[in-house]
């Protein structure tokens, strides 16, 4: 099967693309320009990178590099993160052509997962929704970069 490629749309002024699934999810087999971040809120997942299959549970992470082909089968709660190849620019990171590597267990790992944890909850909490989104997607980023 051939991988589809997706066009990801940046909302406001998050420099990111943040979706929530829940339920079944299935999304196919398709690559894109931007990396992005899984965060499985509950549940159980089959994730297929770049022909590497993973399974993925409750309060597991990962980080699917830009470009690779993937897919996403299961049931649960799922955050998923673009993160905006534009807004890393901005200080002089190509984060399209770097391959990142968040190594399970580590300080960054659960730094990263403390946040998108925070993310997940942060859609319509408190009068700055968006804000407080901003913060965490820009904290991720200090992370990764």
Same mark, same amino acid.
């Given at each position: 099967?051939?991988?589809?490629?997706?066009?990801?749309?940046?909302?406001?002024?998050?420099?990111?693309?943040?979706?929530?699934?829940?339920?079944?999810?299935?999304?196919?087999?398709?690559?894109?320009?931007?990396?992005?971040?899984?965060?499985?809120?509950?549940?159980?997942?089959?994730?297929?990178?770049?022909?590497?299959?993973?399974?993925?549970?409750?309060?597991?992470?990962?980080?699917?590099?830009?470009?690779?082909?993937?897919?996403?089968?299961?049931?649960?709660?799922?955050?998923?993160?673009?993160?905006?190849?534009?807004?890393?620019?901005?200080?002089?990171?190509?984060?399209?052509?770097?391959?990142? $590597? !968040?190594?399970?267990? /580590?300080?960054?790992? @659960?730094?990263? +997962?403390? #946040? =998108?944890?925070?993310?997940?909850?942060?859609?319509?909490?408190?009068?700055?929704? $968006? !804000?407080?989104?901003? /913060?965490?997607?820009? @904290?991720?980023? +200090?992370? #990764? =970069?």
């Amino acid at each position: 099967m051939r991988a589809a490629f997706e066009t990801v749309k940046f909302k406001g002024n998050i420099p990111a693309n943040i979706e929530r699934h829940s339920g079944q999810i299935e999304i196919s087999l398709h690559w894109h320009k931007e990396p992005e971040l899984l965060y499985l809120i509950d549940g159980t997942l089959a994730l297929t990178v770049s022909e590497k299959e993973y399974l993925l549970e409750t309060d597991d992470v990962f980080l699917i590099n830009s470009q690779a082909n993937h897919q996403i089968t299961g049931n649960g709660r799922l955050l998923l993160v673009h993160l905006s190849e534009d807004y890393a620019k901005k200080f002089g990171y190509d984060i399209t052509s770097t391959d990142f $590597e !968040l190594i399970k267990g /580590s300080s960054a790992e @659960d730094e990263i +997962r403390s #946040l =998108l944890w925070q993310l997940s909850k942060s859609q319509s909490k408190g009068d700055y929704p $968006e !804000l407080l989104q901003y /913060s965490l997607v820009t @904290d991720i980023f +200090r992370v #990764l =970069l």
